[in-house]
């Protein structure tokens, strides 16, 4: 069963911020939250993760919440190529630390 | 460059066939995983490896097999007791600790026709 719950869809203007919340009230205190996106019959790609802190790198920002149940992926400069399904994960502990997904949001960025 | 690879990229496959999947990773990860994906819907765990030698049932391992003589190479078998093998196959691999992510490979599209 999936840890996260996201919108299923979301539209965004080129050259605007993209904000995609995601809800992961049961997760444990040692379980990561990472963010993936994939386009169309490709892998996933990884964008990036965080435990506690809110993090940041060349691709987006993470902010989570003090109690962790949620969290907000950011795409400072969204371009058409953005376009694409965006995962929220937990990964757990057991299994190998497997990830859990869920349906993850359709993000539209229009021109 | 250090990656993942996948192949093929597409299969088809004739009823109460079984096929291999390869997957080949040069990143020295540990750990090594195989996905299943349907339409609309995310990854879901088919069988995962920690360690060479060594490997794990995920939660839909039914109709599949797999084996890990090296640490390079995951490949995953869909036997004919897979009752619906038709999906998007994806191979993965990660270290082990910590908060590190997975790096997927590209793909194989397997279709029963």
């Known amino acids: 069963d999936a840890k996260t719950t996201q919108p299923t869809s979301m539209d965004c203007a080129e050259g605007r911020a993209a904000n995609l919340p995601c809800n992961h009230s049961t997760i444990s205190g040692n379980e990561y939250v990472y963010w993936y996106r994939q386009i169309h019959s490709q892998g996933p790609q990884y964008i990036i993760h965080?435990?506690?802190n809110n993090e940041t790198n060349e691709m987006a920002s993470l902010i989570i919440t003090e109690d962790r149940k949620s969290s907000t992926l950011i795409l400072p400069h969204a371009t058409l190529r953005d376009t694409a399904v965006y995962y929220c994960i937990v990964r757990v502990a057991t299994q190998g630390g497997k990830l859990i997904f869920g349906q993850g949001t359709e993000l539209s960025v229009k021109p | 460059d250090g990656g993942i690879t996948q192949s093929p990229k597409y299969l088809f496959r004739k009823e109460g066939q079984n096929v291999t999947l390869s997957c080949e990773q040069n990143?020295?990860?540990?750990?090594m995983y195989w996905y299943r994906q349907d339409p609309g819907q995310g990854l879901r765990l088919i069988y995962y490896?920690?360690?060479?030698?060594?490997?794990q049932k995920g939660d839909i391992a039914e109709g599949y097999s797999v084996s890990r003589e090296k640490k390079e190479s995951f490949p995953l078998t869909v036997t004919s007791a897979q009752k619906n093998p038709t999906a998007f196959y994806l191979c993965?691999?990660?270290?082990?600790?910590?908060?590190?992510?997975?790096?997927f490979g590209s793909g194989t599209r397997l279709t029963v026709v």
């Open positions: 990143l020295n990860h540990d750990a």
């Open positions: 965080g435990l506690k």
């Open positions: 490896s920690q360690i060479v030698n060594d490997f």
């Open positions: 993965a691999s990660s270290i082990l600790s910590g908060g590190y992510g997975y790096t």
